[in-house]
T-cell receptor
Framework: DAKTTQPPSMDCAEGRAANLPCNHSTISGNEYVYWYRQIHSQGPQYIIHGLKNNETNEMASLIITEDRKSSTLILPHATLRDTAVYYCIVRAFNAGGTSYGKLTFGQGTILTVHP | KAGVTQTPRYLIKTRGQQVTLSCSPISGHRSVSWYQQTPGQGLQFLFEYFSETQRNKGNFPGRFSGRQFSNSRSEMNVSTLELGDSALYLC?????????????FGQGTRLTVV
């Protein structure tokens, strides 16, 4: 699986949009970008994933650059409860591949939302 | 529907002992993965099971083992515990066996080895 690079920490004011970048310059054509977050002392929570098109769900939006070498997770109106570690993970969608469901977590970005 | 359930939530063991942790996946999910989280190493993949078969294994010593039952529930066992095994152990379930689809994590079991 491709390696990702994220800033170690970011701050955001409550009510503003939080834009979390992720670099995955070695991503392959069959690899998806996944985002998870982990609120203190809880298990990671799935947020969103995408291949090459922008994606949006009730939690966030995912913007993937045209060359797919980087992406941005957008939390449109951050709240204090969004304070967490955010992980960007690149993973192959390869039926029958040996990686199966393995997630390779990096250090992530600590997002702090302040009042 | 109920989420991923891990038991126990907290555990204290002595060096040299063994421990068994349990994970009940979301109903209908057949794939279960285990992860270890420590402050120094972060989240690391231990192994994954599907249909009672181990499909993938991380880089951990043989003291770490697991199994999956026919009802998809899974257990992991750590023998001859070491202080460094103190960690949050997380279980994740997925619907199918292939790489696609999101994983749903439990709250974890916090193991302290003294």
């Amino acid at each position: 699986d491709a390696k990702t690079t994220q800033p170690p920490s970011m701050d955001c004011a409550e009510g503003r949009a939080a834009n979390l970048p992720c670099n995955h310059s070695t991503i392959s054509g069959n690899e998806y970008v996944y985002w998870y977050r982990q609120i203190h002392s809880q298990g990671p929570q799935y947020i969103i994933h995408g291949l090459k098109n922008n994606e949006t769900n009730e939690m966030a939006s995912l913007i993937i650059t045209e060359d797919r070498k980087s992406s941005t997770l957008i939390l449109p109106h951050a709240t204090l409860r969004d304070t967490a570690v955010y992980y960007c993970i690149v993973r192959a969608f390869n039926a029958g591949g040996t990686s199966y469901g393995k997630l390779t977590f990096g250090q992530g970005t600590i997002l702090t939302v302040h009042p | 529907k109920a989420g991923v359930t891990q038991t126990p939530r907290y555990l204290i063991k002595t060096r040299g002992q063994q421990v068994t942790l349990s994970c009940s996946p979301i109903s209908g999910h057949r794939s279960v993965s285990w992860y270890q989280q420590t402050p120094g190493q972060g989240l690391q993949f231990l192994f994954e099971y599907f249909s009672e078969t181990q499909r993938n294994k991380g880089n951990f010593p043989g003291r770490f083992s697991g199994r999956q039952f026919s009802n998809s529930r899974s257990e992991m066992n750590v023998s001859t515990l070491e202080l460094g095994d103190s960690a949050l152990y997380l279980c994740a379930s997925r619907l199918g066996q292939y790489a696609g689809g999101e994983a749903f994590f439990g709250q974890g079991t916090r193991l302290t080895v003294v």
